[in-house]
């Protein structure tokens, strides 16, 4: 337990350290249920940050401070809607992507920040909503980075269903975010090449 100031963690409790140099690990969000921090807990359907921390090793009673810079486990897919030339009222009610490059759940091991997929390929929900507009509207989602693969987006809107694939596979990679534009007609949807 510890509090916060800034960018300096305070532990609540002391911490006691010996004359024996110990390595100090981090992961975020922190959760007490977690025993094993090899094997941290993932699921995107959250869609929040996971963090882990770069090891630091040397941290004795003589030189009790530890230095953490925080590492992103976690790729982003992020998509800008467009109306296009769609002459609906371009009600949103579900997108879902998919992709053998991404998964939605697994684990963190939080000293080597490694991820472990578990269900690459599965169809994650991003349950979002949006009406379009004139003005492009974002959304996006966090995935675990399993490999390469395409990205399929299905869209339910004005009781239609719209789906496209991107033209390349993407390899995601942890700390990325990957950029689709998405542009709507009347009878299709046309993804663009990530940026």
Known sequence: TSSNSGQTWTATSPILLTGTKANVYAYYPYNSNYNDITAIPIDVTENKDVMWATPYSGAYNASPTATLPMNHALSVIRFS?????????????????????????GSLNAKTGAVTPTDAGTEIDLGATATLSSTPTNVEQLVIPTGSGSIQ??????????????SAPITPTQSKAYKFGLAFSDSKLTMSTVT
């Open 153 to 166: 987006v299905t869209i339910q809107m004005d009781d239609k269903t719209f789906e496209a694939t991107s």
């Open 81 to 105: 809607l467009s109306k296009g030339d769609y002459s609906g009222d371009g009600n949103i009610t579900s997108i879902k992507i998919k992709g053998a490059g991404m998964a939605k759940t």
